[in-house]
């Protein structure tokens, strides 16, 4: 019996293989504390989707600004100065994705 050495392989076994290797295997994603915390995306709606469907645009609109300026206030407080001032630069960008 001969035994099977990679030198023998066909060109179609290496394009298998080669497709094989490319594949990304998904792991799980890990929590991104701003972006989007796990404690904020349980069910099927976002938190800040409820929100915003809860009050007058005017309101939404300043419940953003509150949140920017309450993370920037506290960010030097915490023990996490960058997460607190991306916590803070997502309020603002989204807040600017309201008035656009």
């Avoid at 069910?43 to 419940?63: C, D, L, R, V």
Wanted: charged share 35%; glycine share 4%; net charge positive.
């Amino acid at each position: 019996m001969k035994k099977l050495s990679i030198d023998d392989a066909t060109p179609e076994e290496w394009d298998t293989v080669t497709a094989l290797n490319n594949l990304s295997i998904r792991k799980p994603k890990s929590p991104d504390p701003v972006e989007q915390p796990d404690h904020y995306n349980k069910g099927t709606i976002e938190a800040i989707e409820a929100i915003k469907a809860s009050m007058p645009e005017h309101e939404f609109k300043g419940y953003l600004k509150g949140n920017a300026l309450k993370y920037l206030w506290r960010y030097d407080y915490k023990g996490k100065p960058v997460e607190d001032l991306r916590k803070c630069r997502w309020y603002i960008e989204r807040l600017i994705k309201e008035l656009i």
